[in-house]
C-alpha cells in the first residue's frame, strides 16, 4: 500500500501551527520553482530544436549538452536559493553522540509532530488489510503485554473515594442512647447469630457516629464491611482505624485482605510489612532498608514474604501463630500459589475452628485449583457457624454449578436471596417504628445483582427460560412453586 504525496502535505498543511512552518501563504517552494523553471527551459529548447535542427547532436540524447548544462546550473541556482529559506538546515558535525543530541532538539521548522503522527496513524489503517491473522494476533498480544506492564505500576489504591465512609441514611439505632446502643453491639460482637448483618453494621455505624474517635469500632465496622462484600466501605473503615491507632495489627491485616481482593497487589504488600514491623515478637526481623527493587511486584512480594516465613520458622513444631498462617495465605493467592495457601488457611484453622469467614476464604482457595468438593465442604462449616452467611451460601453455588449439580446452585441462590429479602423486610420494619414519617424508613438497596445473574443462568441450565425472565424482575415468588427455600 502506498500513500500520495498529495495526501500527506494536505494533512501536513492542516496541521502547521506556527508562523516558521511551510504553507502557501510564505510563497512558492524551492520544488515548486523548478519545475516553473524547468518547463520554461524545456519549451525554450523546443523552440529552439526546431530552428536550428542541423545543429541537435545526433547521438540519441533527448537535451543537448549546452542545454542540459544550463538546466542543471539553474536548478543548483534556484536550491542554493532556498538554503537561505525556510528550509535551511545547518551542517552537524562533531562528536556522534553530539550530532544526535542536535537533532534530537524539537524546531518548530519542520514538520509539526502532530502532522507526523497523523502520517503514522495513516500508515497504520493503509497497512492494516495488509497484515496476516498471525501479525494481527502478534500485534494484540504486545498490546496485552505493555497493558499488564503498566497497569501493575499504575493500579494502586489512591482514588479519594477509598477515605470516604458513606454511612446509612434512616439508621434506627441513631435513636438508642449510647449506654444501649454499647451492649448492643457488645452482644452482636459475642454472638454473630443474634442479629442480622445489616443490623450489625447499622448498630456499628451508629457507634461510630456517636464516637468517631474508637478505632475499635471503625475496625469492627471494616470487618463487617467485608463479611457484606463491600470492599470500599471496608476499606474506608479500617483506613480510619488505622489512622486512629497505628498499632492495630488486626486492621492492617484486615486491610491487606480487601485490597488483595480489589487488586492493589502493592498496597497489600505494604500493609502486611506494616503488620510484621509493627508485631512486637516480629518487628526484629524487618531490616533498617528496604533491599532495591522495591518499585517491582515481584521483588515487592519477595521481599514480604521471606519476612513472614522467618516469622513462621520463630515458632517450628505445633505453637504456630494463626495470623502469620493467614498472612502467607493471603500472600501465596496474590501469587496464585493456591496449594500452599490451601495448607496455611488449614493450619490457621487448627487454631481457630470457629472462625467461619476463615473457613470460606479455604473454601475460595480450594475452588481456585478445581477441588470443589472440598471447597463445599469449607462452605458448609462456614455456613454451620455462622447461618446467615450470605457470601459462603453464595460461593457455595457456585461449587455447586462447577460440579454440574445446577438444581443445587439454584436452591442456594435462592436461599442467599431470600435471606437479603428478609432482612431489608426488617429494617423497613424497624425504620417505620423509629420514625414517624414512614415513606422515611424504607430501606435503600436491595438485592444482589450478582447472584440473580447466577440465577439466571442455573435457569437456563435446567431448562427454565420463563423462570429466567424472572430473574430479570428480581421476582422471588415466581420461584416457590418449583423450589423450597
Known amino acids: 500500500a502506498t500513500i500520495s504525496g498529495d495526501q500527506i502535505v494536505t494533512e501536513q498543511k492542516g496541521k502547521q501551527a506556527e508562523p516558521q512552518a511551510l504553507s502557501a501563504a510564505s510563497g512558492p517552494t524551492w520544488a515548486t520553482e523548478f519545475e516553473k523553471r524547468a518547463d520554461e527551459l524545456v519549451n525554450r529548447e523546443a523552440a529552439a530544436a526546431t530552428a536550428v535542427s542541423e545543429q541537435t547532436p545526433q547521438d540519441g540524447k533527448i537535451f543537448s549538452e549546452e542545454f542540459a548544462r544550463g538546466l542543471e546550473r539553474n536548478w543548483a541556482e534556484e536550491f542554493e536559493q532556498t538554503l537561505s529559506g525556510p528550509l535551511k538546515e545547518s551542517t552537524v558535525s562533531g562528536h556522534p553522540q553530539e550530532m544526535d543530541a542536535t537533532l534530537d532538539q524539537p524546531s518548530s521548522q519542520f514538520i509539526h509532530s502532530e502532522a507526523q503522527q497523523d502520517w503514522v496513524e495513516q500508515f497504520k489503517d493503509k497497512i492494516q488489510p495488509m497484515l496476516s491473522e498471525q501479525d494481527r494476533e502478534w500485534l494484540d498480544t504486545q498490546k496485552e503485554w505493555e497493558k499488564l506492564s503498566s497497569a501493575e505500576a499504575a493500579h494502586r489504591a489512591v482514588d479519594p473515594e477509598l477515605n470516604i ?26 454472638s454473630p447469630e443474634s442479629a442480622s448483618l445489616g443490623d450489625t453494621i447499622l448498630a456499628l455505624e451508629s457507634a461510630v457516629m456517636q464516637s468517631p474517635q474508637d478505632a475499635q469500632a471503625w475496625l469492627q465496622l471494616g470487618l463487617k464491611q467485608q463479611e457484606n462484600e463491600q470492599e470500599q466501605a471496608a476499606i474506608a473503615a479500617l483506613r480510619k482505624a488505622i489512622s486512629l491507632d497505628a498499632s492495630s495489627l488486626d486492621a492492617h491485616l484486615a486491610l491487606a485482605v480487601s485490597y488483595t481482593n480489589e487488586g492493589y497487589q502493592m498496597d497489600a504488600y505494604d500493609e502486611l510489612h506494616e503488620w510484621v514491623s509493627r508485631h512486637d515478637r516480629y ?25 513472614y516465613i522467618k516469622a513462621a520458622r520463630m515458632t517450628p513444631g505445633q505453637d504456630w501463630d494463626p495470623d502469620v498462617q493467614v498472612a502467607l495465605g493471603v500472600l501465596f493467592n496474590i501469587s496464585a500459589e493456591y496449594d500452599k495457601a490451601v495448607d496455611c488457611f488449614k493450619a490457621a484453622l487448627s487454631k481457630r475452628p470457629d472462625d467461619y469467614i476463615l473457613w470460606n ?11 470443589n468438593k472440598d471447597a463445599t465442604a469449607a462452605y458448609f462449616r462456614a455456613l454451620e457457624l455462622h447461618p446467615s452467611f450470605i457470601r459462603a451460601r453464595y460461593n457455595l453455588s457456585l461449587a455447586s454449578t462447577n460440579m454440574g449439580q445446577h438444581r443445587e446452585a439454584a436452591e442456594n441462590c435462592l436461599i442467599a436471596l431470600s435471606l437479603q429479602q428478609r432482612e431489608l423486610q426488617n429494617m423497613g420494619e424497624k425504620g417505620m417504628a423509629a420514625h414517624a414519617d414512614a415513606s422515611r424508613a424504607a430501606p435503600a438497596g436491595g438485592m444482589s445483582s450478582t447472584i440473580w445473574n447466577a440465577l439466571q443462568l442455573s435457569m437456563y441450565m435446567l431448562g427454565e427460560p420463563k423462570l429466567a425472565e424472572s430473574c430479570e424482575r428480581q ?4 420461584f416457590r412453586s418449583k423450589f423450597d427455600f
Open 361 to 371: 476464604r479455604l473454601g475460595a482457595t480450594e475452588a481456585h485449583i478445581g477441588n
Open 165 to 190: 465512609y458513606r454511612f446509612q441514611a434512616d439508621n434506627y439505632y441513631a435513636q438508642m442512647p449510647p449506654d444501649a446502643l454499647r451492649e448492643a453491639v457488645q452482644h452482636m460482637r459475642q
Open 475 to 478: 421476582d422471588l415468588d415466581a
Open 283 to 307: 518487628k526484629a526481623l524487618v531490616p533498617e532498608s528496604a533491599p532495591e527493587g522495591m518499585g517491582s511486584s515481584d521483588t515487592r512480594k519477595a521481599y514480604v514474604q521471606d519476612l
